[in-house]
């Protein structure tokens, strides 16, 4: 039930992720506004009480605090600086979080335009995928303020159970970068994991099972692992985003000067999938690599 006395809740982007995100805010009753390009997506949420808004433009007029898991970072620029783009429209003292994962640059820029109209930005990327978004419990990276990271916290709470703050604009970014860069190769693990079981004639469930509990043990294997072996490949992370996601990395490892040979081949990897048409598959489907 909506709770007048709450600060009202914008949301845009309503994807895999996005809309159970932005369900939990709406059942602790915060009044919300909706925006996603495909009003359909947002049935279920409107149907529970928010209210359809026809561009970020109408959000930004109605929400205290607006949050955004779109695709790309060009997407995030476009629905923050464009027109009809939150700040461009933005209110003083209004707080908007991005949680994509998008380039730490642009995360920097965006607080830099926020900050010329007293608007608070935090860049706040998520990790767990489907699951963790469902149950609640994702990994949340913060970037920005620390006054502004205290007042969000009581929002974020209601999405995600390991929530942390790592400094200035861009350093959520960053640090969901070295989350990325850590599971790429982990897939590619887990991946030729099951394929040497198959190979070797061994159970590969109680492969699964066992390897899970042990030095192995990791939250790839134990979420996707499972998915494999039942030949699902729906995605809790689309290969097209793992894609964008270790550009962004690569990039920003050149700027640094730093080689990663693991990403570079995972990257090389995904990429064919997606040439071979699994760029809407989830992230799992590395095991179609082998086939």
């Not at 039930?1 to 915060?30: T, W």
């Not at 994962?101 to 109209?117: N, Q």
């Not at 290969?239 to 090389?268: C, R, V």
């Amino acid at each position: 039930m909506v709770n007048e006395s709450q600060p009202s809740v914008g949301f845009i982007g309503l994807g895999v992720m996005g809309e159970s995100m932005a369900s939990h805010l709406l059942q602790k009753g915060y009044p919300m506004y909706v925006y996603t390009r495909t009003k359909e997506k947002a049935a279920n949420l409107m149907n529970n009480g928010a209210i359809w808004c026809g561009s970020p433009k109408e959000i930004a007029e109605h929400a205290n605090f607006v949050f955004t898991i779109i695709g790309t970072p060009k997407d995030v620029e476009e629905v923050y600086l464009d027109e009809n783009g939150l700040i461009t429209n933005g209110r003083e003292g209004s707080y908007f979080i991005d949680m994509t994962t998008s380039s730490p640059s642009l995360a920097r820029k965006l607080f830099e335009e926020g900050k010329k109209k007293g608007i608070h930005i935090l860049d706040a990327p998520v990790s767990g995928g489907d699951i963790g978004a469902k149950e609640a419990r994702l990994a949340i990276m913060v970037g920005g303020e620390k006054e502004d990271y205290n007042s969000v916290l009581p929002l974020l709470e209601h999405m995600g159970k390991n929530i942390a703050y790592f400094g200035k604009a861009g350093s959520g970014q960053h640090t969901k970068m070295a989350n990325q860069i850590a599971i790429a190769p982990t897939m590619i693990g887990v991946c030729e994991s099951l394929v040497y079981a198959k190979k070797a004639g061994l159970d590969v469930q109680n492969v699964v099972d066992l390897i899970s509990t042990g030095a192995a043990a990791s939250f790839s294997l134990s979420a996707y692992a499972p998915r494999i072996l039942k030949e699902d490949y729906t995605p809790g992370f689309f290969i097209k985003h793992f894609i964008k996601d270790m550009t962004i990395a690569l990039n920003e490892a050149e700027k640094m000067g730093i080689h990663l040979p693991g990403l570079s081949l995972a990257k090389d990897m995904y990429e064919k999938l997606a040439r071979l048409g699994e760029e809407n598959s989830g992230t799992q489907a590395l095991y179609k690599y082998y086939q």
